[in-house]
């Protein structure tokens, strides 16, 4: 499968902003996505660009895609508490190859 | 809309025993997928479906079997529990292949194999 790696935690002030950061392998992804999971629940979709774009931004997340280092990071601007999640990074190898990293652990204190 | 559903969301097995996961999407999607997490790791695929009547393996496949004989249903099988099962099982779905199209996951099924 695909190789994602991921920094395990980060620990963010309410308010600031968080970067998540992420490296694959496959440089023949057409999408790269964001996926959020809380406690106890499955992944769900954050948000994805398509390969031939740099950033992309969705309300207060930022994508940016570096496509010569194979790296990927997620911008919150304004980190709330709600915030706090294990945050997953993806490519999208044929669907034989979809794995996940292990995620990033993102804590936001009050 | 319900999504994908998956029950039951707790079970504890002993070992040898078998059981059944549900999985059930009404979204009408022809990919579905089985994927565990182990605690503090990632999700790995254990088989996939890209239609009614078609499975395959995916990274983790032994000690599961899976069929699909209706677009909405993607059971997973384990026959003989082992500890090493003991996960939590998610079950997803996309229209297309993953590269064009996003995966819904179900909430999960925690499993323990004592």
């Known amino acids: 499968g695909e190789d994602v790696e991921q920094s395990l935690f980060l620990s963010v002030r309410e308010g600031d902003s968080s970067v998540i950061n992420c490296t694959y392998t496959?440089?023949?992804?057409?999408?790269l996505y964001w996926y959020k999971q809380e406690p106890g629940a499955g992944l769900q979709l954050l948000t994805y660009i398509f390969s031939n774009m740099d950033m992309k931004q969705d309300q207060r997340l930022t994508v940016l895609l570096n496509k010569k280092d194979k790296h990927l990071s997620l911008r919150i601007a304004d980190t709330q508490t709600g915030d706090s999640a294990i945050y997953f990074c993806?490519?999208?190898?044929?669907?034989?190859?979809?794995?996940f990293g292990i995620g990033t652990k993102l804590q936001v204190i009050p | 809309n319900a999504g994908v559903t998956q029950t039951p969301k707790f079970r504890i097995l002993k070992i040898g025993q078998s059981m059944t996961l549900q999985c059930t999407q009404d979204?009408?999607?022809?990919?579905m997928y089985w994927y565990r997490q182990d605690p503090g790791m990632g999700l790995k695929l254990i088989y996939y479906s890209v239609g009614a009547g078609i499975t395959d393996k995916g990274e983790v496949p032994n000690g599961y079997n899976v069929s699909r004989s209706t677009t909405e249903d993607f059971p997973l099988r384990l026959e003989l529990a082992a500890p090493s099962q003991t996960s939590v099982y998610f079950c997803a779905s996309s229209y297309k292949v993953p590269g064009t199209d996003t995966q819904y996951f179900g909430p999960g099924t925690r499993l323990t194999v004592l």
């Open positions: 993806r490519g999208s190898g044929g669907y034989q190859k979809v794995t």
């Open positions: 979204m009408n999607h022809n990919y």
């Open positions: 496959d440089s023949s992804s057409t999408y």
